[in-house]
């Protein structure tokens, strides 16, 4: 009891001189200034961007290791946090995360509710169908079909716009695609590269993209609207860029530096 006294009194009267001996861990924490914490939100259904490694809750992938660099480069300690992609737009909103990492295309809608940082990769939809299928050869033959898609995606509101589709919205990609293996659905309309990395991961026995990648996607952190962390993550990313370190990061997930 005294002696918590003695050291209470001690770090308040002595904070200048920090060394109040009441246990090395008191010295460690007084020495140095908090931590600063980013709160990062993502939606792992999404590889090779972000996904759980195989057997673990750990959460990887290209936005995962791109913002892990951009974070530390501003000075955050950056924790990842697993959450539905509709419900990260709100999170932002209330303040629950910091940022969104979750290869979310930078549109006017969403600017409307959050900020993004500078694009950080170009991407774009493409239609997923059976392997089997000749009828359909591009998102033109969709009218009347069974579309799947994930919910809150800009592959959704693609979804939608087919004249006469029966749109289902999945609350994960893994979820989309597995409707079409099961023959519930014609397509499935999700982005590019991930449909790529999922058909080079044995997606390709069953299903194969028709027709071209639609019109050009960039995808940016989200936070915060108008929060000042836009301006310290894209002079983070910009060092990162600048450092090569985003290149190596390109490298990791795709295998070929993109300039
Ligand atoms: N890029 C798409 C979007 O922002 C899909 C993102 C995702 O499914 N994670 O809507």
Redesign the pocket.
């Known amino acids: 009891m005294k002696k918590y006294l003695v050291c209470a009194l001690a770090a308040l009267t002595m904070t200048s001189m920090m060394v109040v001996g009441c246990g090395g861990g008191d010295k460690k924490a007084a020495d140095k200034p908090a931590e600063k914490v980013l709160r990062v939100a993502t ?1 792992p ?2 590889a090779p ?2 996904f759980q490694k195989k057997g673990t809750n750990e959460i990887t992938g290209f936005d995962i290791d791109l913002i892990k660099a951009v974070g530390t480069k501003a000075g955050y300690k950056v924790q990842i946090m697993n959450m539905g ?1 509709d419900a990260l737009i709100p999170a932002l909103g209330t303040g629950n995360i910091d940022v969104a990492a ?4 930078i ?1 006017d809608e ?1 600017k409307k509710a959050v900020s993004f940082t500078d694009p950080y990769y170009t ?1 774009g ?1 493409i239609v997923l169908v059976d392997k089997n299928n000749t009828t359909i050869k591009s998102i033109k033959d969709l009218e009347g079909k069974r579309i799947a898609c ?1 919910i ?6 693609k979804s939608r716009s087919v004249k006469g589709a029966k749109v289902t919205a999945f609350n994960t ?1 893994v979820e989309a695609t597995m409707e079409l293996k099961n023959k519930g659905v014609d397509a499935v309309i ?2 590019a590269p ?1 449909v790529g990395y999922f058909l080079a991961q044995g997606g390709n026995e069953y299903a194969k993209t028709v027709g071209e990648v639609m019109e050009a ?1 960039q ?1 940016g952190f989200a936070v915060k609207k108008d929060s000042k962390l836009v301006g310290e993550l894209n002079k983070a990313m910009a060092e990162v860029k600048k450092s090569g370190d985003y290149d190596k990061i390109y490298k990791t997930w795709f295998g070929e530096v993109k300039k």
């Open positions: 939606e259904s999404f961007f972000e992609f979750s290869g979310m295309t549109t969403r991407s939809l994930q809150g995606t800009t592959g959704e509101k990609n999700n982005d991930v996607e995808y």
